[in-house]
């Protein structure tokens, strides 16, 4: 596994402009919100922390940054910067591919964002982009294996060790079934048609290599794909 | 991706995202580009920020069409009509880059005076045979070549087996040495002339009638297309699946490749086509197929009865005196027979070639479904994140299919639909799935998400990404990676010490992959490196796909591929940041082949190696380096020059001259004319759709002649004209996706952020056909077919414009397909609606145009939904038969033969058999798929004809079955 420091950083703050606004604010010594009833720089201070005071004297105008960020907001710290690592990654869903930055602390993935530094990219996400780490961290999400047995009307679990053993069993049972050594005319086929295979299109090239490999090696020649459909 | 690799060479997308922003003008058709890939869409907006103009043509106003300077509404179906008729004004107005098309594609070229056009038969080709549904190509070669056609049971078996599909990674094979030529164009046998009366039909005036698209509109973009496509400026052209989901989706690509090539804006800088592929490795997935047709890169399954031993398979792959990298494909397959089973392939056993699966027919995933539902061919289902259930064409085949089989195993993040089909499918409310009388085994395994595992996606510009692994997967997830390698091991422990030689390809596959950590995962790093290839007298990995040999020295797993791996640096994990490098970024990931970024490059100079202009220059041939540079990797020999003339008799890539720039095409050029590669005809002709409630204009011929149709009683055709019964179906339906979800909706709807983004299925409809139908916006509203009938929520919008076609108001349904019973956010499957009429070439459903009816409130439940679709059965005269004409001039000729022997005739997966009799009548079926106990179901019970009221018929059947089961 290959990981980035956390260290690095510069480059996702300047993706966002929140996070960058939050930075400067951070740095400039400007005080934000607050009320402190102290005379002369008291008051000063105290202005300052309207935001319509700061819309209007500092580098945010309209108000989408810098110029709103409340006392709370300001002792919020991003997940980005509190992860104990970064994986660069990329976007499982359209083929577009973005580059993504996943955020990992305590081995758990708490955030993940566009890469800036991905040419075609550069930073952005999508909805669904944006919304990767709840496919990871979701509620729906299963870790165990469920087996329906034939007729039944409710799942059952099963360990993996079993339901690796019972598959195997099937798929040498179903291929010698379903086995074909030649046509009528004689040429050889040297195939099963007992099984079939429907593969989506968030396998890597890896798996599919090995997948086409394995299922060459025992004769199923019914694997297929989304690229299909 | 046969339309893009006969044309040019290879399937896939010719260049780069980021360069579209270099385009002047950008024609987006087929594709909802800024709402389905919404960040690759920043380039066209990038584009557009430095003045180029933006064109979206689409049935229904998007994101995309607000952003574009100009939107064109069209009839979903006819694009062939929309660009065939700029292509003509090119050809009569001899706009054509006329440099680039004599110096770079096959327009000079002579066809056999045997041709005939479309324009001679009234819409078929030369060549038809209407009982085996497929074409003798033979008439279509090169005056001189006629005898390297193919028959039509050449054609019929590359059909099924889809040859064109070989084309991702490189053109057709024709004899090119003795091909005529006249430069002039004025022989009236050039592809040019050929073109030229081909296209004339094809008028402004037929736009408006078919397409329903206003002449002043159409010569609106046809000036914008053809006068940004010159020595100084490019138009791109992108598509997606608006195109390729299609029952003629491969004619509308060559459409666009012919269009782009006589415009001379393939290979150049923000020209060419961007295909934009659905899914993150959908590029991947055919490049390293799981495809039954396909070994890695392209190379063919082995065919029984062709490819009887390694010599002839190779030589059929490279053709004779063929030119191009094709000419080592001796190489390719050697290398990968080493990397599928090492040092057991040796030169004395072929490299074990004789112990690869043979195909022999269509094998593809909606025969298999056929064949599911027959049932006692096909037991056991591996569904690997794929959900048929509700992703794919006629969801009731899907699920009726699997509750026929002997057992499933799903590998999916969340609980899928196409696991949970025996207890809460549609067919479980309607009784033709009873879960006790199931007896299908389903394993349901927890995989692995993207950050859970390491390995490459290849994305929409054939760029391979490493992702790194970020976590471990939870509990008992694991990637396919470890199930695929587990369960070879554990096959193969079984198995050890088999004498059976069926067993031996499994014993002696290569499968010694090391595994790592607690969990015992194979590395994916060391299945990426058999991948690239290695040089087995050193062990070092090879740099590139030239350094393979044909005589066991080296292995490769996928030719195209290799380089991935050079320098012994995994190129794909590369990450420089794109604001450090050039556009084209070539240190941020790898692309095949070669790392080249922009296909065809060389076709950026002139003949004689210079940019066609300064502004748009890529790479040219520098005379004192003597070689060609530039700011891509040429696609091209480095040290070929401009002025090298092949020698006599040469051969392969000797045979590429200094000016061919497709150097994988056979003879080097762009295909004009396709005179092989593709099944349905070597130009684009517009087809109605299989189903259309309009008569075909352009020609007699009403649909595709060549396409695929599967007669089982699930999946009925709709009338169309000149059948009678269109009129129960008067609208057209279309179907897309939404930027807030995703396909079949196993990665949305299950996530609370995107279903409360996107909360519920929903269609829309324009404001004159809500009035018509008494709609109500918010309101319910269902959608019938012969094949369902699925309810949404009405959305009134004028973004459905009603369209004036044939002297008539044509309304247009949109409904997105991403919902089914599970998840956050449910609904019904808009899919089930489809029917499987496929195209020829590449087996793909027609998902983006059919007939409906649709009706205010909510739909039936329980039987009553199968009692209504069978009233519209009986209104429409829907038959198994119905829509299966294969030629339509022998329908309308009386004397011609009947209905039932065409249908009888091209019928490719057989279903019931039906008399001529009663195909007066209405057949129904009664849908019975529920297994018993110890005995595998056979699907279907026996025909019934209605012929009173319809409402009887049910429940006559009902009766029928009750008492079939009691015994």
């Known amino acids: 596994m290959v990981v980035v420091p956390v260290a690095v950083r510069p480059a996702e703050r300047r993706v966002r402009p929140h996070g960058a606004a939050a930075a400067r604010l951070a740095h400039d010594g400007r005080a934000p919100g607050g009320r402190v009833y102290v005379r002369g720089v008291g008051v000063r201070t105290w202005i300052e922390g309207w935001p319509v005071y700061r819309q209007l004297t500092g580098d945010d105008p309209l108000g989408r940054g810098a110029a709103t960020q409340s006392k709370r907001s300001k002792s919020l710290t991003p997940r980005t910067v509190t992860a104990d690592r970064v994986a660069k990654s990329v976007c499982p869903y359209c083929a577009v591919g973005c580059g993504q930055r996943v955020y990992v602390k305590d081995e758990r993935v708490v955030q993940i964002e566009g890469d800036p530094d991905s040419p075609h990219s550069r930073g952005r996400l999508c909805p669904k982009g944006s919304a990767s780490e709840q496919l990871v961290n979701g509620d729906a999400r299963l870790t165990r294996i469920k087996y329906r047995a034939p007729y039944a009307t409710e799942w059952s679990e099963l360990d993996l060790e079993t339901a690796m053993e019972m598959i195997t069993d099937r798929v040498l049972d179903a291929r010698r079934r379903g086995w074909q050594d030649a046509d009528e005319r004689g040429n050889k086929l040297n195939r099963t048609m007992g099984i079939a295979s429907l593969g989506g299109a968030t396998l890597d090239n890896e798996e599919n290599y090995l997948i086409k490999k394995l299922f060459t090696a025992m004769g199923a020649i019914q694997v297929e794909n989304q690229a299909r459909i | ?967």
């Open chain 2, 1 to 967: 991706m046969p339309g893009l690799g006969a044309s040019f060479g290879r399937g896939g997308a010719t260049g780069d995202l980021q360069d579209l922003s270099n385009a002047d003008v950008i024609v987006i058709e087929g594709s909802n580009m800024a709402e389905c890939h919404p960040v690759g869409f920043q380039w066209v907006m990038e584009a557009k920020a430095r003045g180029a103009k933006v064109i979206h043509v689409d049935p229904r106003f998007t994101r995309t069409s607000a952003l574009a300077d100009t939107y064109v509404p069209i009839r979903s179906g006819t694009d062939i009509v929309f660009l065939g008729a700029i292509v003509n004004r090119v050809l009569t107005q001899e706009r054509d880059f006329r440099e680039y098309v004599l110096a770079y594609t096959n327009a000079s070229w002579i066809v056999s005076e045997d041709f005939q056009d479309t324009e001679d038969l009234d819409g078929l080709f030369s060549g038809f045979d209407a009982e085996k549904r497929s074409y003798d190509t033979s008439s279509w070669q090169y005056e001189g070549s006629e005898h390297h056609g193919d028959d039509e049971e050449d054609t019929a078996r590359a059909q099924e087996s889809e040859s064109g599909h070989q084309l991702g990674a490189g053109g057709a094979a024709v004899e090119h040495r003795d091909i005529r030529r006249d430069p002039t164009l004025q022989h009236p046998r050039t592809v040019w002339q050929i073109l030229k009366r081909h296209f004339s039909r094809y008028t402004p005036e037929m736009v408006a009638e078919v397409c329903g698209v206003p002449t002043d509109v159409f010569d609106e973009v046809a000036e914008a297309w053809i006068s940004n496509s010159n020595r100084e400026r490019t138009t791109a052209l992108v598509y997606s699946v608006g195109w390729t989901q299609r029952g003629t989706g491969v004619q509308y690509i060559r459409t666009g490749a012919i269009l782009q090539l006589l415009l001379g804006n393939m290979g150049r800088p923000g020209g060419g086509i961007m295909a934009l592929r659905g899914h993150a490795s959908i590029q991947g997935s055919t490049d390293i197929p799981t495809l039954y047709n396909l070994l890695p890169g392209y190379l063919p399954m082995p065919h029984a009865e062709k490819h009887a031993d390694l010599a002839t398979y190779v030589d059929q792959i490279r053709g004779q005196g063929q030119k191009g990298f094709w000419g080592n494909a001796e190489s390719y397959v050697v290398s990968l027979l080493k990397a599928y089973f090492g040092d057991r392939a040796t030169a004395e056993n072929d490299y074990m070639f004789d112990a690869l699966p043979r195909i022999d027919g269509d094998h593809g995933t909606y025969g298999q479904v056929m064949d599911m539902l027959e049932g006692g061919k096909i037991f056991g289902y591996f569904l690997l994140g794929q959900n048929p259930a509700v992703g794919s064409a006629n969801g009731r085949a899907q699920r009726l299919g699997m509750a026929n089989l002997d057992w499933v195993v799903v590998r999916d993040l969340v609980e899928i639909e196409s696991a949970t089909f025996w207890k809460d499918a549609p067919e479980v409310e309607t009784g033709e799935i009873v879960p006790e009388e199931c007896r299908t085994e389903v394993f349901l395994m927890p995989a692995a998400s993207h950050v859970e595992k390491e390995g490459t996606f290849t994305q929409t510009q054939r760029m391979l990404q490493w992702r790194e692994k970020a976590v471990n997967p939870p509990g008992d997830a694991t990637s396919e990676l470890w199930f695929f390698y587990h369960l070879g091991r554990r096959m193969r422990e079984k198995l050890a010490g088999s004498t059976d030689p069926r067993d031996r390809p499994l014993l002696d596959v290569a499968w010694d992959y090391p595994v790592h950590g607690e969990e015992q995962e194979p590395s994916s790093e060391d299945v990426l490196k058999e991948i690239n290839g290695y040089d087995l007298t050193t062990g070092e990995l090879l740099p590139g796909y030239t350094a393979m040999r044909p005589d066991g020295t080296t292995s490769g797993g996928c030719w195209i591929y290799s380089g991935v791996y050079a320098d012994g640096v995994n190129q794909a994990a590369r990450r420089k940041p794109g604001r450090e490098q050039s556009l084209h970024a070539h240190e941020w990931g790898w692309a095949w082949p070669m790392n080249r970024r922009m296909l065809y490059n060389r076709a950026s100079a002139d003949p004689d190696g210079k940019p066609w202009s300064e502004r748009k220059a890529l790479v040219w041939w520098d005379e004192a380096a003597g070689r060609w540079t530039g700011d891509d990797v040429p696609d091209f020999e480095v040290t070929k020059p401009p002025s090298y003339r092949p020698p006599e008799g040469a051969t392969g890539v000797e045979a590429i001259a200094g000016d061919d720039p497709f150097i994988m095409q056979s003879d080097g050029k762009g295909w004009l004319y396709a005179p092989k590669g593709v099944v349905d005809g070597p130009l684009p002709a517009h087809y109605e759709p299989a189903e259309s409630p309009f008569r075909n204009t352009v020609y007699t011929q009403q649909q595709n002649p060549a396409r695929e149709i599967y007669t089982n009683h699930l999946n009925e055709v709709h009338p169309s004209p000149p059948e009678r019964g269109s009129e129960v179906f008067p609208y057209v339906w279309t179907t897309s996706r939404m930027t807030e979800h995703h396909t079949a909706g196993g990665m949305s709807r299950f996530l609370p952020y995107l279903a409360e983004l996107q909360p519920a299925l929903f269609m829309e409809v324009s404001p004159e056909l809500a009035a018509e139908r008494g709609l109500t916006h918010m309101g319910w509203a269902h959608v019938v077919t012969a094949r369902a009938v699925v309810e949404a929520r009405v959305m009134v919008t004028d973004r459905l414009a009603p369209l004036r076609v044939q002297d008539r108001v044509v309304h247009q349904i949109w409904l997105p397909y991403h919902w089914g019973q599970g998840g956050l956010t449910t609904g019904d499957v808009v899919n089930d609606l489809v029917h499987l009429t496929l195209d020829p070439n590449v087996h793909i459903q027609e998902f983006k145009a059919g007939t409906c009816d649709v009706r205010p409130g909510r739909r039936p439940r329980g039987r009553a939904v199968l009692e209504l679709i069978d009233e519209y059965r009986v209104r429409g005269g829907v038959t198994m038969s119905t829509g299966t004409v294969a030629v339509t001039a022998e329908f309308l000729d009386p004397d011609g033969r009947s209905r039932a022997e065409q249908a009888d005739d091209g019928a490719v997966a057989a279903g019931e058999g039906h008399d001529d009799e009663d195909l007066d009548k209405v057949v129904s079926v009664e849908h019975d798929i529920r297994s018993r106990p110890g005995q595998p179901q056979q699907h279907g019970a026996a025909l019934r004809v209605l012929e009173e009221s319809p409402r009887s018929g049910p429940r006559d059947g009902r009766d029928r079955h009750d008492e079939g089961r009691q015994g």
